[in-house]
């Protein structure tokens, strides 16, 4: 009974809801329906019922009410409409892609991570900023606080501030607004500034006896009557009109340098001292107690332009020192320090020398190389050069020449051409016969007929028949050679220890020349 009800609940919701789940047991299954008026069972598919029709279910389909053919009928999930709508909240960047809930995913950059729980997405900045700020120095301070924040620079009327793209620019304008100097009187002589006025000085007038005369630098007092000759300490008076005034106490201050830096005062001199000048990075400022040195170009710091840097800090342009190694030399002296190579190459024995002669004591060993012609070969290794002789076992006058093979076939070539072609190319010729094994050969000859019909450079020449590229011995003809000799050669570094067809071939630099090959010998030693 509890799974009757739970059917009909299943049944009756989806009605409710304008569709009904199929189950996936539909298909095998009956369902019971009971109502208190009846008193038995009562077998019916959910197809028996009059306003439904089911054709071809599947797993998964719902009913859905047809209004045109007034049925619930099956259909797949998929033909229902969603309504769900999907909006971006806010003025930051839109997650919602579209209406259906399709949100965007979201990409980290340089410097962000994002981390997902259930609930939160956490967008986190993994490259803080860390720029530290300070001033250096002990006068006013550029740097305020925080961040980096720094206080701006404010002009004065006689001062002017310009801000460009990399640099500020001040400038004196040359023109005070307000003067400053203030005039006083010092001392309990007679008043000579007038009081309460801007620098003003009273004129100096001449009284009895006396005359006043004016010049650029000084103002000159001259006694023109007579004077009594009443003086104070340190003056002695003599004479009347004119008086003669003597200093009887002279300065005594004695200058003088102390310390071994440079020369301030100038000797023998009355305390006169030289003045300042400042130079480039320097500017010098002048107050009435102290004078101020200023570097205009302070130091920037050291970097390396590459390779292995020899700073041991930036910051204060302290240099690592320089070791020398084995091999190794360094000298210093003002300007520059001087590596160098202490190895040397010299040569032991009485054989020939391998040092290049251009190789002297401090550069590298330059060897020269090794070359070998034929019987004699060198092979270079990973750590030694090998030195061979491949045919050595017959020498000088032991050598005994043998014939390898020969042909005696006259062989007119008609219009031989201007490319070598083959001489003897009948199946079963003699030459099919010249073979040559190089194993313990040095020296090679041809002996050979050749009748010279035409008017061109003939070439005559024997290949290796395989590869014609491998000459064995070539030679040009402009007359009849009856014989023609080869003379002994050197055999080619192609004929080594295996066996060698070889073939005789021609040609021609006017193609229609005639001439008649009449056969060769092929001898080795």
Same mark, same amino acid.
């Given at each position: 009974?509890?799974?009757?009800?739970?059917?009909?609940?299943?049944?009756?919701?989806?009605?409710?809801?304008?569709?009904? %789940?199929?189950?996936?047991?539909?298909?095998?299954?009956?369902?019971?329906?009971?109502?208190?008026?009846?008193t038995?069972n009562?077998?019916?598919?959910?197809?028996?019922? $009059?306003?439904?029709?089911?054709i071809?279910?599947?797993?998964?389909?719902?009913?859905?009410?047809? #209004?045109? #053919?007034?049925?619930?009928?099956?259909?797949?999930?998929?033909?229902?409409?969603?309504?769900?709508?999907?909006?971006?909240?806010?003025?930051?960047?839109?997650?919602? +892609?579209?209406?259906?809930?399709? %949100?965007?995913?979201?990409?980290?950059?340089?410097?962000?991570?994002?981390t !997902?729980?259930?609930?939160?997405i956490?967008?986190?900045?993994?490259?803080?900023?860390?720029?530290?700020?300070?001033?250096?120095?002990?006068?006013?301070?550029?740097? =305020?606080?925080?961040?980096?924040?720094?206080?701006?620079?404010?002009?004065?009327?006689?001062?002017?501030?310009?801000?460009?793209? !990399?640099?500020?620019?001040?400038?004196?304008?040359?023109?005070?607004?307000?003067?400053?100097t203030?005039?006083?009187?010092?001392?309990?002589?007679?008043i000579?500034?007038?009081?309460? /006025?801007?620098?003003?000085?009273?004129?100096? =007038?001449?009284?009895?006896?006396? /005359?006043?005369?004016n010049?650029?630098?000084?103002?000159?007092?001259?006694?023109?009557?007579?004077?009594?000759?009443?003086?104070?300490?340190?003056?002695?008076?003599?004479?009347?009109?004119?008086?003669?005034?003597?200093?009887?106490?002279?300065?005594?201050?004695?200058?003088?340098?102390?310390? $071994?830096?440079t020369?301030?005062?100038?000797? /023998?001199?009355?305390?006169?001292?030289?003045?300042?000048?400042?130079?480039?990075?320097?500017?010098?400022?002048?107050t009435?107690?102290?004078?101020?040195?200023?570097?205009?170009?302070?130091? &920037?710091?050291? #970097?390396? +332009?590459?390779?292995?840097?020899?700073?041991k800090?930036?910051?204060?342009?302290?240099?690592?020192?320089?070791?020398?190694?084995?091999?190794?030399s360094?000298?210093?002296?003002?300007n520059?320090?001087?590596?160098?190579?202490?190895?040397?190459?010299s040569?032991?024995?009485?054989?020939?020398?391998?040092?290049?002669?251009?190789?002297?004591?401090?550069?590298?060993?330059?060897?020269?190389g090794?070359?070998?012609?034929?019987?004699?070969?060198?092979?270079g290794?990973?750590?030694?050069?090998?030195?061979?002789?491949?045919?050595? #076992?017959?020498?000088g006058?032991?050598?005994?020449?043998r014939?390898?093979? &020969?042909?005696?076939?006259?062989?007119i070539?008609?219009?031989?051409?201007?490319?070598?072609?083959?001489?003897?190319t009948?199946?079963?010729?003699?030459?099919?016969?010249?073979?040559?094994?190089?194993? !313990?050969?040095?020296? %090679?000859?041809?002996?050979?007929?050749w009748?010279?019909?035409?008017?061109?450079?003939?070439?005559?020449?024997?290949v290796?028949?395989?590869?014609?590229?491998?000459?064995?011995?070539?030679?040009?003809?402009?007359?009849?050679?009856?014989?023609?000799?080869?003379?002994?050669?050197?055999?080619?570094?192609?004929?080594?220890?295996?066996?060698?067809?070889?073939?005789?071939?021609?040609?021609?630099?006017?193609?229609?020349?005639?001439?008649?090959? =009449?056969?060769?010998?092929?001898?080795?030693?």
């Open positions: 009974m509890n799974s009757d009800i739970k059917i009909c609940c299943t049944v009756m919701a989806g009605i409710a809801l304008g569709f009904i %789940l199929i189950p996936a047991f539909h298909g095998g299954d009956t369902y019971f329906l009971m109502s208190s008026a009846q038995a009562v077998s019916l598919a959910l197809d028996d019922l $009059t306003d439904v029709t089911i071809n279910v599947m797993d998964g389909q719902i009913i859905i009410y047809n #209004s045109t #053919s007034g049925q619930w009928e099956n259909m797949n999930q998929t033909t229902v409409s969603d309504s769900t709508v999907c909006g971006n909240l806010g003025a930051g960047i839109l997650i919602c +892609a579209g209406d259906n809930v399709q %949100l965007k995913s979201l990409i980290a950059g340089t410097g962000i991570s994002i !997902n729980s259930s609930t939160t956490t967008i986190a900045n993994t490259l803080p900023e860390n720029t530290v700020c300070a001033n250096v120095g002990s006068y006013a301070q550029v740097y =305020k606080d925080g961040s980096c924040n720094f206080r701006t620079l404010k002009g004065s009327p006689d001062i002017s501030i310009v801000q460009g793209t !990399n640099d500020i620019t001040f400038d004196y304008n040359g023109t005070l607004v307000t003067e400053s203030v005039c006083g009187n010092i001392g309990t002589g007679t000579i500034h007038v009081v309460s /006025s801007n620098c003003n000085a009273k004129s100096l =007038k001449a009284g009895t006896g006396l /005359s006043i005369t010049s650029s630098n000084s103002i000159t007092y001259t006694n023109t009557g007579v004077i009594s000759n009443s003086c104070s300490s340190g003056i002695s008076c003599s004479g009347t009109n004119p008086s003669t005034f003597t200093n009887t106490s002279p300065e005594s201050t004695v200058c003088s340098n102390i310390g $071994t830096g020369i301030v005062h100038v000797t /023998s001199s009355n305390c006169n001292a030289k003045s300042f000048k400042a130079g480039t990075g320097l500017s010098i400022a002048n009435s107690n102290s004078i101020t040195y200023t570097n205009t170009l302070p130091e &920037q710091g050291c #970097s390396s +332009a590459g390779g292995t840097t020899l700073l800090t930036d910051s204060t342009c302290v240099f690592k020192g320089l070791a020398s190694g084995v091999g190794i360094i000298t210093s002296n003002t520059n320090n001087t590596i160098s190579n202490t190895y040397s190459c040569t032991t024995g009485i054989g020939s020398t391998l040092i290049n002669a251009s190789t002297t004591t401090g550069k590298n060993c330059i060897l020269k090794l070359s070998a012609t034929y019987p004699i070969t060198v092979t290794g990973l750590n030694d050069i090998t030195i061979a002789c491949a045919d050595c #076992s017959i020498k006058s032991t050598q005994i020449p014939e390898m093979g &020969q042909v005696f076939v006259s062989k070539m008609t219009n031989i051409g201007t490319t070598n072609v083959d001489i003897y009948t199946a079963f010729d003699e030459e099919d016969m010249i073979n040559i094994d190089c194993t !313990n050969v040095i020296d %090679l000859r041809v002996r050979f007929m009748d010279y019909v035409g008017t061109g450079t003939q070439t005559v020449r024997w290796d028949a395989n590869n014609n590229a491998n000459v064995l011995y070539s030679t040009t003809l402009i007359v009849d050679n009856d014989p023609g000799d080869s003379s002994w050669f050197t055999k080619p570094g192609w004929c080594t220890g295996v066996t060698n067809l070889i073939e005789m071939q021609g040609s021609s630099t006017v193609a229609g020349d005639d001439p008649v090959a =009449k056969g060769y010998v092929l001898y080795a030693r």
